[in-house]
């Protein structure tokens, strides 16, 4: 039998999607916390672009302006992006609520999928009923988590 018959499950397998648990203090609060740390990052997000617009439209004598509506996304996806990969795996809004990011195997996550995730959570704002699966698992993960393979925990002291 070749190794592609050799990998089937039976009927009484776990299928791969299900989440390990992890001890209750890791995830204690995770849900409140992401949401305040979400408030402090879209200031910091919009300090940013502010200050990012402002200087381009006094180099390029204001015909940046027009570059102003995707500025704001190209300057999350990098925020996220780098702040999450970085090595305090956090956005600075996540640290000041004492959460860190992680991949499912508790690894760093890469900046790929860090910016991923952010992508996936802003085009998860227009649909606020896909929040509601968060309260469903068991890791207290959003949809946008687990399609990025990460998992936003309490930092360990």
Same mark, same amino acid.
């Given at each position: 039998?070749?190794?592609?018959?050799?990998?089937r499950r039976t009927a009484f397998q776990e299928p791969s999607f299900?989440?390990?648990?992890?001890?209750?203090?890791?995830?204690?609060?995770?849900?409140?916390? !992401?949401? &305040?740390? *979400?408030? +402090?990052? /879209?200031?910091?997000?919009?300090? %940013?672009? =502010?200050?990012?617009?402002? $200087?381009? #439209?006094?180099?390029?004598?204001?015909?940046?302006?027009?570059?102003?509506?995707?500025?704001?996304?190209?300057?999350?996806?990098?925020?996220?992006?780098?702040?999450?990969?970085?090595?305090?795996?956090?956005?600075?809004?996540? !640290?000041? &609520?004492? *959460?860190? +990011?992680? /991949?499912?195997?508790?690894?760093? %996550?890469? =900046?790929?999928?860090?910016? $991923?995730? #952010?992508?996936?959570?802003?085009?998860?704002?227009?649909?606020?009923?896909?929040?509601?699966?968060?309260?469903?698992?068991?890791?207290?993960?959003?949809?946008?988590?687990?399609?990025?393979?990460?998992?936003?925990?309490?930092?360990?002291?």
């Amino acid at each position: 039998m070749s190794e592609w018959g050799s990998s089937r499950r039976t009927a009484f397998q776990e299928p791969s999607f299900v989440e390990p648990l992890l001890p209750p203090p890791v995830l204690a609060g995770v849900r409140t916390r !992401r949401i &305040m740390a *979400l408030f +402090v990052d /879209l200031i910091l997000v919009s300090m %940013v672009t =502010f200050a990012l617009w402002v $200087a381009l #439209a006094f180099l390029t004598f204001g015909l940046s302006l027009i570059a102003f509506p995707p500025l704001f996304p190209a300057v999350a996806f990098f925020y996220n992006g780098l702040t999450i990969s970085g090595e305090a795996m956090a956005t600075p809004g996540m !640290r000041a &609520m004492d *959460l860190e +990011v992680r /991949l499912m195997n508790g690894a760093r %996550v890469p =900046f790929l999928n860090a910016a $991923a995730h #952010a992508v996936l959570f802003y085009l998860s704002t227009m649909f606020l009923p896909v929040f509601v699966v968060s309260l469903m698992s068991a890791n207290k993960r959003c949809l946008h988590d687990m399609i990025a393979g990460i998992i936003v925990i309490r930092r360990c002291i």
